[in-house]
RNA sequence: GGUCCCAUAGCUCAGCAGGAUAGAGCGCAGGAUUCCUAAUCCUGAGGCCGAUGGUUCGAAUCCAUCUGGGAUCACCA
């Protein structure tokens, strides 16, 4: 039940029985119409900007329209009061009974309260992570490891059929520096002294163990083939370690994915998958032999204008043609990502989101052109690209640099802060906007992390459920009819809280069609800031405490109310990927 | 130079597919604990929403231009 959708229905019957409307009704949409929360309290419960947006089409001006409308809405027995106000707003307060009953039904939805079909089971498919498998995460993945995987879950909430999806780039030359760093470690496994490991390779310690790994399961037979023998076989076990290890740190991360799709099958059998996705676009008319004009800006020194196999993605919206088969005849990067649209395609999605970090903007062009072009315009395909974060200890800035092997890894983020205040942190901030993470901040100063405030939130609800098994010793707080209690909640500070638990609907709703899982995160932090907010009234006036034992009806009915708040905030938390913890000592 | 992101309180940021008097946290000033965990709450000070035009009954929000920050530009992956 959302009280919002069920007021936009109740005004839009009472237009279709005013007169004006129905002489015009061919005439006006009300697609423009909104029921929302009034900005200001004092306003009322909802408001509606119907009147605003219908005069012009109907002749008339928006507070003479709003009379009319607030006439016709008056009859609503859940309605106490109709106002207009401003440039025509209508505002509603409505009666005790209509938000009793609205918990009521929170209670009788339990942990599926919030849940929304506005996914209408359309098929999506998250893309996020696919970092390189040369190493461990290192923090700049954070990002879009929990944006990515926050995303999934408030629009598996909110409807859709989500799978999380993460690409494993395990094809192409950083594979084959990879296999060479590992080999050097083998040969080192084996006593040879390497000295430093050169430039342009790996340094990282990470790749010690998998070289001894090998050392034991091959002894000396490795080093005396010819490269192309043993860069296979080194390089399957290079790139399972480092999955192995990518695993764990996501897992770490409470990160999961339902499909790991490795780039290494799409050129398999002389690249078969992705000749039939080249031979599809073709067919479809996408492909040329042709030349680039030479880029833009700064000329490369070893520019030449050499003929290739070509995307004619300009014609699909991109700025620039795109290169699928290099001059050597080998496959392009983007022609791989061509043939795991395909894929990814034929699987059946409807909306296909890639996540990625703001460093691949560049790229988010030619993918909408990809998808416009294969599928013909049926796939969504958004590109949600998460600005980078800066790391700072201690007020300055944590220099970090891959190539010397020197950087923090997500590892050593979550072993330091957890998990819980990394999600939260990365989803306190719309993924468009930079972002700061500074150490000191997130462990010493620990209060001052968002997600204790809301989880403490959680705990004091918990709480309530503790005491009311010590004021009432027999009660079973399990099996109580908190639903049916309901009609007892009625104090304004309540029916308040009500309204506050009334709006998570919405905001599953514009949060997932948005894409935007920051929304949430803003949403129970303010909503624990209500329910702190209210625990403390009871300081003042003690009649309001959560738990009175004097009074045993009562008490149930308001553990109601703290069962509702402590659902919705368990279900916000859910989707953020971090912990409901009972308490907080 | 092209493209993308950003600019809102001293600092860090929200602002819900245009709406009423622009919000929160931190910091600052003051207050609340014989009472369900004070990891909490309450009160106050603090703003020309980067600039200029435009669309509209109405703009922090949409459009254009400009300024100032960040990212990116390839037969790389």
């Known amino acids: 039940m959302n009280l919002f959708t069920d007021f936009e229905n109740r005004i839009k019957n009472a237009l279709e029985t005013i007169d004006l409307v129905k002489e015009k009704r061919s005439e006006v949409d009300f697609d423009r119409l909104t029921v929302e929360p009034p900005r200001d309290q004092s306003h009322g419960d909802v408001a509606t900007n119907a009147a605003m947006v219908l005069a012009k089409p109907l002749g008339t001006s928006p507070r003479a329209l709003a009379d009319v409308i607030a006439g016709a809405l008056k009859s609503d027995p859940d309605i106490t009061e109709v106002s207009v106000a401003g440039p025509g707003f209508i505002n509603i307060r409505l009666s005790k009974g209509y938000w009793q009953r609205l918990l009521s039904a929170m209670l009788q939805q339990g942990t599926g309260y919030g849940r929304s079909q506005v996914g209408a089971g359309r098929k999506a498919n998250v893309e996020y992570v696919s970092a390189n498998p040369t190493g461990p995460m290192h923090v700049g993945h954070c990002r879009g490891a929990v944006v990515g995987d926050a995303l999934a879950n408030l629009m598996g909430f909110a409807g859709y059929e989500v799978t999380k999806e993460y690409y494993i780039n395990d094809a192409g030359s950083q594979i084959d520096v990879l296999a060479r760093s590992v080999f050097l470690r083998y040969r080192e496994a084996l006593g040879e002294d390497v000295g430093a490991i050169p430039s342009g390779l790996y340094p990282g310690d990470y790749l010690v163990p998998v070289g001894q790994a090998l050392a034991e399961e091959y002894g000396t037979r490795l080093h005396n083939m010819p490269d192309e023998d043993w860069m296979p076989i080194v390089k399957e076990k290079a790139i399972d370690a480092m999955m192995a290890m990518i695993r764990e740190d996501l897992e770490a991360l409470n990160v999961h994915h339902d499909v790991f799709f490795s780039e290494r099958t ?26 680039l004009p030479p880029p833009k800006g ?18 699909v919206g991109d700025d620039i043609d795109r290169p699928l088969i290099k001059s050597d005849g080998s496959y392009t990067y983007f022609a ?46 958004t590109v949600l690209l998460c600005q980078l974060v800066k790391l ?21 983020v979550v072993d330091e802060v957890g998990s819980d205040s990394v999600r939260f942190m990365m989803l306190y901030r719309k993924s468009s906007e930079p972002l700061d993470f500074d150490f000191a ?7 001052d992390n968002p997600v204790f405030y809301v989880q403490y939130a959680h705990a004091r609800c918990m709480s309530v459920f503790r005491q009311a098994r010590e004021a009432f010793p027999d009660m079973d707080t399990d099996s109580l009819d908190l639903a049916g209690a309901a009609s007892l909640i009625e104090d304004p500070a309540e029916l308040q809280l009500v309204g506050k638990l009334a709006e998570f609907p919405r905001i599953i709703e514009a949060a997932a069609l948005a894409q935007e899982p920051h929304r949430l995160a803003f949403y129970i932090y303010d909503l624990a800031s209500f329910f702190h907010a209210h625990w403390n009234k009871g300081k003042e006036q003690p009649e309001l405490r959560f738990i009175n034992d004097k009074n045993r009806e009562l008490s149930v009915a308001r553990l109601g109310l703290v069962r509702a708040v402590a659902s919705v905030l368990q279900s916000g938390l859910a989707i953020t990927g971090t912990a409901a913890p009972e308490e907080m000592r």
């Open 336 to 381: 791989a990502d061509v043939a795991y649209f395909k894929d990814k395609y034929d699987r059946g999605y409807d909306e296909m989101i890639y996540v990625l970090g703001a460093d691949h903007g560049g790229y988010v062009k030619r993918l909408e052109a990809l998808a416009r072009a294969v599928s013909e315009g049926k796939v969504k395909l």
């Open 441 to 447: 901040k997130v462990t010493e100063q620990s209060k």
């Open 392 to 412: 700072y200890r201690n007020g300055e800035p944590v220099k970090m640099s891959k190539r010397s092997g020197d950087f923090i890894t997500l590892r050593e």
């Open 266 to 291: 799409l050129h398999v059998n002389g690249a078969q998958r992705i000749r039939t996705a080249i031979n599809d676009l073709t067919f479809k008319g996408h492909v040329y032999r042709g030349t």
């Open 298 to 315: 700064q000329l490369p020194e070893d520019w030449e204008d050499r003929e290739q196999t070509l995307f004619r993605s300009t014609e």
